[in-house]
Antibody, heavy 122, light 107 residues
Framework: EVQLLESGGGLVQPGGSLRLSCAAS????????MSWVRQAPGKGLEWVSG????????YYADSVKGRVTLSRDNSKNTLYLQMNSLKGDDTAVYYC???????????????WGQGTTVTVSS | SYALTQPPSVSVVPGQTARITCGGN??????VHWYQQKPGQAPVLVVY???DRPSGIPERFSGSNSGNTATLTISRVEAGDEADYYC??????????FGGGTKLTVL
């Protein structure tokens, strides 16, 4: 079964850091691009970041650029999102999603995890 | 930056056809993907590349894209189709972009 399992969310103070992880199983992780999409409470979907299958191309939304680093370890079938200088606006459920192809640009996301919740509050 | 516009809500009677639009400047030149999200659940891809359906998605779900409007059409609507629907495109300036979402209510 194709599966994505996010972890690493939690309560963090403003200015703090978190590293989210997404463990993939049931497919050849190294051949697909991956993305993070978040959803603030009661709001719509917001794309955060994407990475190509080999990890050589990354993209970031303007709202997180400079504060977030996306990486992947294909030997461990795991995607990571390092988030620094967190703000209240970063409070959301963070979903990991698989691209239908090796790149993320313009490609649909056909598999989603159940999400991990990040709460930024003092 | 590029912007996508969806109606906040669409209502339909069971058995009828629901049409959810996604507006954007010359969106017909872009590939549009559609997602369904039910409360408390992760999004599910229902249409990709304007009109293709992933395996397991009923034929009742179809898509089109031309000019400044992309449309998700749900035929013979069922109570289980009630959900939020989001369109998604890639734009060179905005990168990956989602529409604001449309809440489909089945009356």
């Amino acid at each position: 079964e194709v599966q994505l399992l996010e972890s690493g969310g939690g309560l963090v103070q403003p200015g703090g850091s978190l590293r989210l992880s997404c463990a993939a199983s049931g497919f050849t992780f190294s051949t697909y691009g991956m993305s993070w999409v978040r959803q603030a409470p009661g709001k719509g979907l917001e794309w955060v970041s994407g990475i190509s299958s080999r990890g050589d191309t990354t993209y970031y939304a303007d709202s997180v650029k400079g504060r977030v680093t996306l990486s992947r370890d294909n030997s461990k079938n795991t995607l990571y999102l390092q988030m620094n200088s967190l703000k209240g606006d970063d409070t959301a459920v963070y979903y990991c999603a698989k691209s239908v192809g090796a790149v993320v640009a313009g490609r649909a996301m056909d598999v989603w995890g159940q999400g991990t919740t990040v709460t930024v509050s003092s | 930056s590029y912007a996508l516009t969806q109606p906040p809500s669409v209502s339909v009677v069971p058995g009828q056809t629901a049409r959810i639009t996604c507006g954007g400047n010359n969106i017909g030149s872009k590939g549009v993907h559609w997602y369904q999200q039910k409360p408390g659940q992760a999004p599910v891809l229902v249409v990709y590349d304007d009109r293709d359906r992933p395996s397991g998605i009923p034929e009742r779900f179809s898509g089109s894209n031309s000019g400044n409007t992309a449309t998700l059409t749900i035929s013979r609507v069922e109570a289980g189709d009630e959900a939020d629907y989001y369109c998604q495109v890639w734009d060179s300036s905005s990168l990956e972009l989602f529409g604001g979402g449309t809440k489909l209510t089945v009356l």
